[in-house]
């Protein structure tokens, strides 16, 4: 039994090589205003300047959370963060949530994702974005913070 725990030990530490990666800045940008979100419209609702990368590959990590307050008949929502803007390169997929409370509820979210970049940049921007499915009146967002960690 010794011997094949081991070797799973083993196999497991080759299949999942794992590379550290030195955090070198975050930046945070949160916002306690409310922001309208169309009914069923992909709607802006937070965004970050992240550090300048000064190397050649980098990551950039986001976190992004806060909290809605749901529209009626709204049945889904899905969170992303793209590059730039509304229409700029999203990062990870969105997945569809399911509301877990009745309209006008307030519900917390909270998605994560990467970003692995090369060259040099004079600057990049991240937004956060939210869309709602089955949405017959807008929703909101309150207080909502997006991190983004620059990782060499």
């Not at 980098?58 to 730039?84: E, Q």
């Not at 970003?115 to 929703?139: H, K, M, N, P, W």
């Amino acid at each position: 039994m010794r011997k094949r725990i081991a070797l799973l030990l083993l196999l497991c530490s080759f299949a999942f090589p794992v590379q550290a990666r030195e955090l070198l800045s975050t930046d945070t940008t949160c916002t306690g205003t409310d922001v309208t979100v169309t009914t069923t419209g992909e709607t802006v609702i937070g965004s970050v300047a992240a550090p300048t990368p000064q190397g050649n590959t980098f990551l950039m990590r986001m976190r992004f959370n806060g909290i809605i307050t749901t529209s009626a008949n709204s049945t889904t929502y899905k969170l992303r963060v793209r590059r730039v803007n509304v229409s700029g390169t999203a990062l990870g997929d969105a997945i569809a949530e399911t509301i877990k409370v009745t309209a006008g509820g307030v519900e917390a979210f909270s998605f994560e994702a990467t970003d692995e970049r090369a060259g040099q940049f004079s600057a990049l921007t991240y937004v956060s974005t939210i869309e709602f499915a089955g949405a017959d009146a807008t929703g909101t967002v309150g207080w909502n913070c997006l991190t983004v960690d620059y990782l060499q």
